[in-house]
């Protein structure tokens, strides 16, 4: 409305907004104040009523104005009538406007809109308290996801108590800063700090900068604001660019077996294309089974642009599998009538490069660590270097599954994913823990597969193993002795505290691997942010940092790292509450302190299942 009433041919003084209350105990007498004004009549007239007005009043008042400007030779004004939506005979007033809008809860609002709302609230606040304010994306996402019935007033009550906690609790290094960062930890407990937006919202959040700087000494408005701020840049290396492609996709999935065992498919089209893949080398992956299984029912549902995706270069004709193929695109075809030439060939396309994907390994490798975040960090982290679908990752918790008398358990789940990913070569078993004693020597004795086990499950051991698999092998067996030999090399590395050297870990051969790992972050930086982080820890915790805590502490931060600068939260993780408890003074909070201390981290959120992987690495 405020620009409609821009663009009439009136003069920028006339252009004010005019605004004038109307209640029972206040009278309105708008005439006498329009004639008061020198600079010539308003065009835009904002008039608020309260419940006591009856529409035929205003009505009345409305023909007044009208006779009154066309007297004066002024253009008519636009005139918004604002009424409680709790206004008798409400129906009364729609007749006398063509337009009748609402003020809608902010659940209802546009999701731009509200991050505007948000922004505008916490620029008002900052020249309120003279004091610069940064503001994490995340704590924006938090507050804009808030939904139900809440209105823009318990908004602003929730950014100013955020406001307040991060004041009171700045930490040491930046209490002599005048600037306030506000991070989700300073949100109430009513906010949920893990929002899984909707698909769609999902361009916008990439776009979005980590962090918004609000300025007592801008005059920017909150648009340009949003504008105009920079994303936070030294963790990113921007000479990266990775097109994303259908193999990508397939190298970067999960890795967990205990979520897709058993996959319960409700609907026909699923249940029959798992019958016809599981025919084939596909059911040695079932993570990638049922990835290609969603895939074809979101293509033949018209969900997923096969327009935007392109496969490497690749036979098609693939050995063994042409019956197969012949079915599926039978049934396709009759599922549903008039498909697409080119949807039946991406599909083919995509059966033939997860098949290719499972042929390609000859010996698999499981990681069991006490964490199955660790463990599924390695393998995708993995995974995605090598180009091939060769890790799989679960979480042993053998300690409790041994104090609680579960062993047969335990070794029934390792059993079933050793089965199910054995190509014919045998495997090859990372753990957390000496498979050397009598303990796990049954445990293995149990199992009754092909697996030669190795420890421990970090970066320097699965690299080097990984290399040696590379290789035209037939059986695990004809590299056990090589595995053993690289074993004995990295105990004695990862006992020592050489890397707390810089320059020892700067020469590290592992420092390319990193950049390897993780070619989109800048690793030469978050690396030493990352280790001066874990000193803090140490010193806290009163250890002292070997290799191998180190290693570990700098792979699984940089994961950390990047899934927060994608913006790539795994909605399957779950915490275990009772460990919390267990762990809610020791380890957990320390680490947690340290890192709201780490100013070099500061625009990161990171949320509790975070630090509890963390945790497990002490």
Request: aromatic fraction near 10%; charge should be positive; charged fraction near 25%.
């Amino acid at each position: 409305m405020i620009e409609q009433n821009k663009r009439k041919e009136t003069s920028k003084s006339a252009r004010k907004i005019f605004y004038a209350l109307w209640s029972e105990q206040n009278k309105l007498d708008i005439l006498p104040e329009l004639k008061r004004k020198k600079e010539g009549l308003s065009s835009f007239l904002v008039i608020e009523l309260d419940s006591s007005i009856s529409a035929s009043d205003v009505s009345r008042k409305l023909d007044e104005l009208s006779f009154y400007y066309k007297n004066e030779g002024g253009t008519q004004p636009l005139v918004a009538l604002l009424i409680p939506p709790h206004m008798q005979n409400i129906e009364q007033f729609y007749e006398i406007s063509p337009y009748v809008g609402y003020f809608p809860k902010f659940s209802e609002r546009l999701l731009k809109e509200k991050v505007e709302i948000i922004s505008s609230i916490y620029l008002t606040e900052c020249r309120q308290i003279s004091r610069e304010i940064m503001v994490t994306k995340k704590v924006i996402q938090a507050l804009a996801a808030i939904s139900a019935s809440s209105n823009i007033a318990y908004i602003k009550k929730e950014i100013l108590y955020s406001i307040s906690q991060a004041f009171f609790n700045r930490n040491i290094e930046s209490a002599a800063s005048t600037t306030i960062l506000v991070s989700t930890r300073h949100l109430s407990e009513k906010i949920d700090q893990n929002v899984e937006g909707p698909r769609d919202e999902k361009h916008f959040w990439d776009k979005f900068p980590e962090r918004l700087t609000f300025s007592t000494q801008s005059n920017l408005s909150t648009l340009e604001i949003l504008n105009s701020t920079p994303a936070e840049n030294w963790l990113i290396d921007r000479h990266i660019f990775e097109k994303q492609t259908i193999e990508h996709l397939i190298n970067t999935l999960p890795t967990n077996l205990v979520f897709y065992s058993e996959q319960d498919y409700q609907h026909t089209l699923e249940k029959r294309l798992f019958n016809f893949l599981s025919e084939t080398p596909l059911i040695k992956d079932p993570i990638l089974q049922n990835y290609i299984i969603k895939t074809i029912a979101e293509i033949i549902r018209g969900s997923f642009p096969i327009e935007n995706y392109i496969f490497p270069k690749q036979d098609d004709n693939f050995k063994g599998i042409t019956g197969i193929l012949k079915k599926i695109e039978r049934f396709l075809r009759k599922y549903h009538k008039g498909i697409s030439e080119p949807k039946i060939t991406f599909i083919r396309k995509l059966i033939i490069l997860g098949i290719k994907k499972v042929t390609d390994v000859r010996v698999p490798m499981l990681i069991s660590a006490r964490d199955n975040g660790i463990a599924e960090h390695l393998a995708q982290r993995f995974n995605e270097l090598i180009g091939k679908r060769a890790i799989f990752s679960m979480s042993s918790r053998r300690t409790e599954a041994m104090d609680k008398g579960e062993v047969h358990s335990f070794v029934r789940k390792m059993s079933r994913n050793l089965k199910t990913i054995d190509r014919g070569g045998g495997t090859v078993l990372v753990t957390d823990y000496d498979p050397s004693n009598d303990i796990d020597n049954k445990i293995l004795l149990e199992i009754r597969l092909l697996t030669f086990t190795t420890y421990p499950p970090t970066m320097a051991h699965i690299y080097d193993i990984l290399c040696i698999l590379n290789g035209n092998i037939m059986s695990v067996v004809s590299v056990s002795s090589t595995i053993i030999n690289k074993k004995n090399e990295h105990k004695k590395f990862l006992a020592d505290d050489s890397l707390n050297d810089r320059a020892e870990r700067t020469n590290s051969e592992y420092y390319e691997l990193f950049n390897q790992l993780f070619s989109r972050l800048n690793t030469a930086k978050t690396n030493e942010v990352l280790y001066k982080l874990l000193k803090h820890i140490a010193s806290d915790l009163a250890i002292t940092l070997s290799n191998k805590l180190i290693l570990d502490f700098l792979f699984q931060g940089n994961c950390l790292l990047e899934k927060h600068m994608a913006n790539d939260h795994d909605s399957s993780v779950t915490i275990d509450r009772s460990t919390y408890k267990r762990l809610a003074n020791q380890k957990f909070q320390r680490i947690k302190k340290q890192l709201d201390q780490a100013v070099d981290l500061s625009f990161i959120d990171f949320t509790d299942e975070d630090i509890m992987l963390l945790t497990y690495l002490f």
